[in-house]
């Protein structure tokens, strides 16, 4: 579907013209009389998200003017693409100061719409770009994020851990790359058992899926990603208003395999590692309980003091398989660890935890040009003592409810034994925006692509 959000060419495309509030002056005093009368008498004011339909003589749509603000919202621009209702359109005015990749990016996050269970087809509205590697570059982009988009959003009874896997055996099979399953008592038997003890009570058996591409010869970069299928909290069970987005808890597996979509579609030069520990956290005799005792793939004994505390499980065995074929250039995780992170910085920002302070400044400035907001959070070890467990190595949360997002990267930061690491604990969703309603959303994703390709392309 990302490939119709752009085209090389149109006959009659509908110009749009991208002004910020600064150059508004300016923009109308150039316009045609029956343009400045028209803006006007609309008191036009650039804000963000100010949409003018200037109509030709016979009232047709001529012109859209669309307000930019001051362009700190870098998708801003959705609120326009997202009220389309198909049609071809070009950019006439663009501010030389506004990035144009990043005005790509948000024409395609306000055009998608999830339709999969919608009897009614969409019409996407599509933009014309004539530069090829502009238009190239615009689609990789697009098709990753959609894909990220269209996992979280997919109902759990249609992505469960199997059907991830036939998800990522499709990426696989259009990029050249190997994909490898460990599955149910599989598990055991080579050592992933947290991984087990979180999904073993599901029908669909939990899995480590494990997607290799590019030559073994280059930097190592290696992605982790957290692929809860559904969580009920187990036997410590969520209440409804809790449960009810919970087919998102796999939104960290998304991110993982959205950057590795980016990766491949770029052909970086790595050697990609993704690991995806999925598993539904699920309710039945042979569910994991309170008090059990874990011992994890490292050797390294856990207490569980609450089932819903999960996903750092699962990640742990993954994180350590990451780290055993030689020492990763970079290792990543994303996952939707804590609402203690949508605590401390809401819905829109995401918190990512590094101590390698050169890839945190990296980070930062790469969420800055591609306004993709992220912000770098503290392994703040006195912390680590929550973590106490008086009968195992530790136990998986803390004893209080203060400062869960840190507390939940130092567990994580147990099974790691290198300092190129960076944790994102992201929230995968979005509340109603842009004309679009709540869905899925990628959090820290063009950040940290950015990142990558620096590093390696």
Same mark, same amino acid.
């Given at each position: 579907?990302?490939?119709?959000? %752009?085209l090389?060419?149109h006959d009659?495309p ?7 509030e600064s150059d ?8 045609s009389?029956y343009s400045r ?6 008191g036009?004011?650039?804000g963000a998200g ?6 030709d003589?016979t ?8 307000g930019?603000? $001051?362009? +700190?919202?870098g998708?801003? @621009?959705a609120a326009?693409?997202?009220g389309l209702k198909g ?5 006439d ?7 144009k990749?990043?005005l790509?990016?948000a024409?395609?996050?306000g ?9 009614r087809?969409h ?7 004539p530069?090829?590697?502009?238009r /190239?570059?615009a ?11 269209d996992?979280?959003?997919?109902? *759990?009874q ?6 991830l896997q ?8 259009a990029?050249?790359a190997?994909l490898?399953a460990?599955v149910?008592?599989?598990l055991?038997d ?11 009570? *599901?029908?669909? /058996?939990p899995? @480590?899926?494990?997607?290799?591409w590019?030559d ?6 290696a ?6 299928? %559904?969580d009920?909290?187990?036997l ?6 809790y449960?009810?987005?919970m087919k ?8 993982a395999?959205?950057l590795?979509?980016?990766v491949m579609?770029h ?8 690991y995806?520990?999925a =598993?539904?956290?699920? !309710? ?11 011992t ?12 819903? *505390? /999960?996903?750092?499980l ?7 398989r990451a780290?055993e074929e ?9 996952a939707?660890l804590?609402g203690?992170?949508?605590?401390a910085l ?5 918190p990512?935890?590094t101590d390698?302070e050169a890839l $945190?400044?990296? !980070?930062e ?5 591609a306004?993709d907001?992220?912000?770098?959070m503290?392994l ?13 190595d530790?136990?998986?949360s803390?004893s209080?409810?203060?400062?869960g997002?840190?507390? *939940?990267?130092l ?11 960076v944790?994102?604990d992201?929230? =995968?969703?979005?509340?109603? +925006? ?6 899925a959303?990628?959090?820290? @994703?063009? =950040? ?10």
């Amino acid at each position: 579907m990302s490939e119709s959000y %752009f085209l090389a060419s149109h006959d009659a495309p509908t110009p749009v013209d991208l002004v910020l509030e600064s150059d508004v002056e300016a923009y109308v005093s150039a316009q045609s009389e029956y343009s400045r009368t028209f803006l006007t008498s609309e008191g036009f004011k650039g804000g963000a998200g100010e949409i003018i339909r200037l109509p030709d003589m016979t009232g047709k749509v001529s012109r859209i003017v669309f307000g930019l603000g $001051a362009a +700190k919202d870098g998708l801003a @621009l959705a609120a326009l693409s997202s009220g389309l209702k198909g049609g071809a359109y070009r950019f006439d005015f663009v501010p030389e100061s506004v990035n144009k990749t990043t005005l790509y990016v948000a024409w395609a996050d306000g055009a998608y719409k999830f339709t999969r269970y919608k009897s009614r087809s969409h019409e996407l509205p599509q933009l014309v770009i004539p530069d090829e590697t502009e238009r /190239e570059n615009a689609t990789r982009i697009a098709a990753s994020i959609e894909l990220l988009r269209d996992l979280v959003n997919t109902p *759990a009874q249609d992505m469960s851990p199997s059907l991830l896997q036939a998800e990522m055996q499709e990426l696989a099979d259009a990029f050249g790359a190997k994909l490898s399953a460990i599955v149910g008592d599989e598990l055991l038997d080579q050592n992933y058992p947290m991984i087990h003890a979180v999904g073993r009570a *599901a029908d669909d /058996e939990p899995r @480590l899926l494990h997607l290799s591409w590019g030559d073994e010869s280059r930097p190592k970069l290696a992605l982790v990603g957290k692929g809860i299928t %559904f969580d009920t909290g187990g036997l410590d069970l969520k209440t409804g208003g809790y449960m009810r987005l919970m087919k998102k808890d796999m939104g960290g597996s998304a991110h993982a395999i959205a950057l590795a979509r980016l990766v491949m579609a770029h052909n970086l030069p790595v050697h990609l590692n993704l690991y995806i520990p999925a =598993a539904e956290n699920a !309710i039945g005799a042979g569910a994991f309980r309170p008090g059990d005792v874990l011992t994890s793939r490292k050797g390294l004994t856990v207490e569980i003091d609450n089932t819903d *505390a /999960e996903g750092r499980l699962v990640l742990a065995d993954a994180l350590t398989r990451a780290q055993e074929e030689g020492e990763p250039d970079l290792l990543i995780d994303f996952a939707t660890l804590t609402g203690a992170a949508r605590v401390a910085l809401g819905p829109e920002l995401a918190p990512f935890y590094t101590d390698d302070e050169a890839l $945190a400044l990296a !980070i930062e400035k790469a969420a800055k040009a591609a306004q993709d907001p992220a912000w770098h959070m503290p392994l703040y070890m006195p912390y680590e003592s929550m973590l106490k467990s008086s009968i195992a190595d530790f136990q998986n949360s803390a004893s209080g409810p203060m400062g869960g997002s840190i507390t *939940a990267g130092l567990f994580l930061k147990k099974f790691v034994e290198m300092e190129s690491w960076v944790h994102w604990d992201v929230w =995968a969703w979005r509340n109603a +925006k842009y004309g679009n309603p709540e869905g899925a959303a990628a959090c820290g @994703l063009r =950040a940290m692509f950015e990142v990558v390709k620096n590093r390696y392309g």
